[in-house]
């Protein structure tokens, strides 16, 4: 990342901040790691409170940025924790709903400013629904400014009381790192390791849980046993329903193969056809970005910002429809010409998205518009 000048003018200390995390999933946890390397290098002091787990994770420390251990729940000793690391912060940078939540006890009769990121929808129904919507509502209330990385995200902090709502500038994390080595060489090689010399691969990534959509995929997989050759759906990820999901595969004999958590995802869509992503809600999906930087055609479900995100670079199907999934994927595996067109789509949709120094920069205008000139020491 390129450094730019330091936040604090000549002569007064520099601004001191707190980020906030919970466990972080891996969109926002690879986010605050992005936007504490890039503050640091801009002269900004950064402390993040996160438990130990996310720290060995993402690396927080190895930006330059002080790391104190806050565990993720919400009980007395951790608020009371997280209230002495802001004791001394000009400003408090909160990710997500339930880090949100303990910012707002933690600097409960302070006058600090707070800054929120809701980078996901809460998902839960019923009691724990209705917990979280209360939570909603008082993060988004005690907030100073409220960011949501999509669209109605933002819609639904304004909805929830927020006085200040606005779309965050979220550029990828880890566009700096290099496209796997020689890709055409490493190809073949990955398809032959994954089963599917001489037959199209389209990979799925992200953890086995319901909201993924996986049940919905290995529906539409069962139209694709009549194509010839058969294509091989591969998932990345782990999570509680991967006994259900290879349960399915097995009686139904589908052409889908679970594979873990993987550290090699460039590699895996270098060598892919189709990506395929069929959650019921995403933000900025990362996998969605990844396969248009890597040039993979993408089929999608047209929920939350992804069509904002993706624009007419991808192939948007309604979630859960099975059917349509299945139909998008066989004609698309029949029509070099679009996949080629989706290719090019993807390279200049990809070009307008934010990158991580202008996420920062936008991060910073928030907190320069949030703190007063501070004396000199």
């Known amino acids: 990342m390129t450094p730019l000048s330091s936040n604090a003018p000549h002569g007064q200390p520099p601004l001191r901040t707190v980020q906030v995390l919970g466990g972080g999933n891996a969109g926002s946890g690879a986010h605050v790691r992005s936007l504490a390397e890039g503050l640091v290098a801009r002269g900004v002091r950064v402390t993040v409170c996160a438990p130990f787990e996310a720290d060995r994770a993402y690396g927080f420390t190895g930006t330059g940025a002080a790391h104190v251990h806050v565990p993720r729940s919400s009980d007395p000793a951790s608020v009371a924790a997280l209230r002495a690391a802001c004791a001394d912060a000009d400003?408090?940078?909160?990710?997500?709903?339930?880090?949100?939540?303990?910012?707002?006890?933690?600097?409960?009769?302070?006058?600090?400013?707070?800054?929120?990121?809701?980078?996901?929808?809460?998902?839960?129904?019923?009691?724990?629904?209705?917990?979280?919507?209360?939570?909603?509502?008082?993060?988004?209330k005690t907030a100073a400014v409220v960011l949501g990385t999509s669209s109605d995200l933002v819609d639904q902090a304004r909805r929830s009381g927020a006085r200040d709502a606005r779309l965050a500038a979220v550029g990828l994390p880890g566009q700096r790192r290099p496209a796997p080595e020689d890709p055409d060489r490493l190809r073949p090689k990955t398809r032959a390791e994954l089963g599917t010399t001489g037959r199209p691969l389209l990979i799925a990534v992200g953890s086995l849980e319901r909201h993924r959509g996986y049940g919905v995929l290995l529906d539409a997989a069962r139209a694709w046993r009549d194509l010839d050759?058969?294509?091989?759906?591969?998932?990345?990820?782990?999570?509680?329903?991967?006994?259900?999901?290879?349960?399915?595969?097995?009686?139904?004999?589908?052409?889908?193969?679970l594979i873990g958590r993987r550290e090699d995802v460039p590699e895996l869509l270098a060598a892919a056809d189709l990506a395929l992503l069929t959650s019921d809600w995403e933000s900025r999906s990362v996998l969605a970005q990844e396969a248009l930087h890597a040039q993979v055609p993408l089929v999608a479900t047209r929920v939350g910002g992804i069509p904002d995100l993706v624009g007419d670079a991808a192939e948007l199907v309604p979630y859960g429809d099975a059917d349509a999934l299945a139909a998008t994927v066989v004609r698309l595996l029949a029509d070099p010409a679009r996949r080629e067109l989706l290719r090019e789509r993807g390279v200049g949709q990809a070009a307008g998205w934010p990158t991580e120094d202008e996420t920062v920069a936008q991060v910073l205008s928030v907190y320069d518009e949030l703190t007063q000139p501070r004396p000199l020491a």
């Open 229 to 257: 050759p058969v294509p091989l759906v591969v998932v990345a990820g782990e999570g509680p329903l991967r006994a259900e999901l290879q349960r399915r595969i097995e009686d139904e004999r589908l052409p889908v193969r």
């Open 91 to 140: 400003l408090v940078h909160a990710h997500g709903l339930h880090a949100s939540f303990r910012a707002a006890l933690a600097l409960g009769g302070r006058s600090t400013p707070l800054v929120v990121t809701w980078h996901n929808r809460a998902r839960a129904e019923g009691a724990r629904g209705h917990l979280l919507r209360l939570l909603e509502r008082r993060v988004a």
